[in-house]
């Protein structure tokens, strides 16, 4: 076989070695984990050159990642060598006489049909390699998970492709038995070959309360019908046509139903009857090609689908996802955010709508999870809290920016001073005249329970916050962000400043730090004299 001309990206060199690596230590599977776009079928291809004139296979979950498949590992060939097809009517390994093509790319339904009607032998892959696309979804289903056992226990390499491996029940493990370095949808944007999410955030007019769960996420059916109702609709599809621009994307939906009535209301609402069309697997297989295509095109400026294009979807000139079906899986989020996020020429960025709902007992995944998987585990909290503080105002606002500021905001909240602070309004320490921030009434929406405590952290008195709404909430929380963005005093340091004679509200937060040592050493006790001593030598004011 000719040497190929491409050149690798480094992770894909570098997964390709420590792989290697690895069966030589006597691994029998390996999972390769890489996000959506950055290059796992050009990786797949170049090891099956490597392993020429070895037997190669590789299975794919769908009819559509089947053709993409066969037309990349050809391209990557320079059409070098046949790449044969096994799905449905095509027996190119099934029939061959073993003089056929080594590299093959089958479909594992119809792999798994002829495995066990004996027309294909898992030993014909012996000393072979067998990469299998989407892993996550196919080795964890009962009904193909013993044919990936067979090839890789008949002596085949077995190597896992996924954008996605974090599935609850981890049973990838018990299939593979090594995994080179994961590279994330974080380190691909960070690389350059993913562009940025930008977030804006919407709540549904839909209570999601009550909507039964099953292995952990929504029931389908049931938060479609809690989803279809005309309210529901309108808060979907109106921030959808107010956002989208000049862009054109995805809209992800709860089942076909839903995806059916979200397109019917954009293009009812936007005036355009070809503002929208629904896509899904009642859908014909050469209407779902001629619906990607008006995509592609842009005679459509939306497709909307039940989860159908989230895998092997390839269409990087789109910038534009909307996520109107909430869940909880950061696997399901993870897959549908993506599609959006490949790089194409003249693409900057991709704008990414969540919907978000109230009443809610348990966490949903939002955009933030593609970069808060590395820090605590609240900062995604925090970034959900201000990417709606930002749509409130309109505006929308990048990834890389949000999860800065989380960050600022949370360090905020948790900075921890351990003296007693009830004698001085946290408040008027601040320059914040306390009797401003309240409210009162039934109808008026109070702080969330993350604002609540995050001013509990930072010294808010628990009845003042019982008397705030969530907007008076949300602006106290801003001055303390900005507050620490400008390096000035915590509230709590101020406080503590206040009420021992000193102008906690313009004093840095190094000068804090410093004056709260110097007070802690003389006791917490000050005379006039040592207030202005202390003030003179730290370079803070005396309060009036």
């Known amino acids: 076989m000719t040497t190929a001309t491409k050149v690798l990206r480094s992770h894909q060199a570098e997964g390709i070695d420590e792989a290697r690596e690895l069966f030589r230590e006597g691994k029998k599977a390996v999972l390769v984990e890489r996000a959506t ?121 077995l190597i896992g492709l996924t954008a996605t491996p974090s599935r609850k029940d981890d049973g990838l493990e018990e299939v593979f038995d090594g995994a080179v370095e994961p590279v994330t949808v974080a380190d691909a944007i960070k690389a350059g070959w993913l562009v940025k999410p930008k977030l804006f955030l919407r709540r549904l007019d839909a209570d999601l309360g009550n909507v039964k769960r099953s292995h952990g996420d929504f029931v389908e059916s049931e938060l479609a019908r809690e989803l279809s109702t005309e309210k529901a609709l309108a808060s979907i599809c109106r921030p959808i046509i107010d956002q989208i621009d000049d862009r054109h994307g995805l809209v992800f939906a709860a089942g076909a139903d839903h995806a059916e009535s979200i397109a019917r209301v954009l293009c009812t609402m936007s005036g355009e009857p070809g503002f929208a069309r629904p896509i899904s697997y009642r859908t014909k297989e050469r209407d779902r090609v001629a619906l990607v295509e008006g995509l592609e095109n842009r005679r459509y400026r939306l497709l909307v689908n039940p989860s159908l294009l989230s895998e092997g979807f390839d269409l990087p000139a789109i910038s534009f996802i909307a ?39 348990h966490k949903l995944a939002g955009a933030w999870d593609l970069d808060a998987s590395d820090g605590p585990a609240d900062l995604g909290e925090f970034m959900a809290e201000i990417a709606e503080r930002e749509a409130d105002e309109g505006r929308a606002i990048a990834l890389d920016d949000l999860r800065a500021l989380a960050e ?81 005093s915590t509230l709590k340091q101020a406080r503590t400043l206040t009420r021992h004679g000193f102008d906690g509200k313009s004093a840095t937060f190094d000068q804090a730090r410093d004056v709260l040592e110097r007070i802690g050493g003389l006791g917490w006790h000050l005379s006039p004299i040592q207030v202005t001593e202390i003030a003179a030598v730290c370079g803070v004011n005396v309060r009036k």
């Open 323 to 361: 996520n109107a079906r909430p869940t909880s899986s950061r696997v399901r989020h993870v897959q549908a955010v993506g599609r959006g996020l490949r790089a194409s020429p003249g693409k900057t960025d991709c704008l990414v709508i969540e919907f978000h709902a109230k009443n809610l007992r």
């Open 408 to 488: 600022i905001e949370r360090a905020a909240c948790r900075v921890a001073i351990v003296y007693d602070l009830a004698r001085v309004d946290p408040l008027a320490a601040m320059g914040l005249d306390p009797e401003t921030f309240q409210v009162q009434g039934n109808l008026v929406t109070r702080p969330t329970d993350k604002q609540a405590e995050c001013l509990k952290r930072s010294g808010v008195k628990a009845d003042q916050i019982a008397g705030l709404s969530r907007r008076s909430a949300s602006k106290i929380i801003d001055v303390i962000v900005k507050r620490s963005q400008e390096g000035l």
């Open 37 to 157: 776009g950055a290059g796992k079928t050009v990786l797949a291809a170049e090891i099956f050159r490597l392993a020429y004139p070895r037997p190669c296979l590789f299975v794919a979950p769908r009819r559509v990642l089947v053709r993409q498949t066969e037309k990349a590992i050809r391209s990557w060939l320079d059409d070098a060598e046949p790449v044969a097809v096994e799905m449905a009517e095509q027996h190119g390994l099934s029939e061959a006489d073993g003089k056929g093509p080594r590299i093959t790319v089958a479909s594992i339904q119809s792999l798994a049909r002829r495995i066990e009607e004996g027309t294909i032998d898992p030993e014909r892959f012996a000393g072979g390699v067998v990469v299998v696309d989407e892993v996550h979804a196919i080795a964890l289903a009962e009904r193909y998970r013993p044919v990936i056992l067979a090839l890789r226990d008949a002596g085949a390499r």
